[in-house]
């Protein structure tokens, strides 16, 4: 992936998004992950591991219900409930 990205990350809740904004990871949290990402995209933190600061400046974090009215008419509905674990977006030059 080439070019300028950014991440909008949301949640209903505000625990979960304050777990995320750590961006640190440990035993099941991170088991899929290969060594070859482990040594790309995250940072020995004591015990876990933590993404790197390149990508966390990538992503902004913000609370809100997708399944809102105001966001679920700009998506497709089956898209949003079923498969949306993961938005991405080009950032415009």
Do not use: C
């Not at 990871?25 to 020995?44: K, M, N």
């Not at 992503?59 to 949003?80: A, E, I, T």
């Amino acid at each position: 992936m080439r070019g300028t990205w950014e991440i909008l990350a949301t949640d209903i809740g505000r625990f979960a998004l304050d777990t995320a904004e750590r961006a640190t990871y440990s035993g099941r949290t991170i088991a899929s992950v290969t060594e070859r990402q482990l040594a790309a995209h995250f940072a020995p933190a004591g015990n876990a591991y933590q993404v790197r600061p390149r990508i966390r400046k990538m992503v902004n974090f913000v609370q809100m219900n997708l399944s809102n009215p105001v966001y679920v008419g700009r998506m497709d509905p089956d898209f949003l409930y079923e498969r949306a674990d993961l938005f991405l977006r080009r950032a415009q030059a």
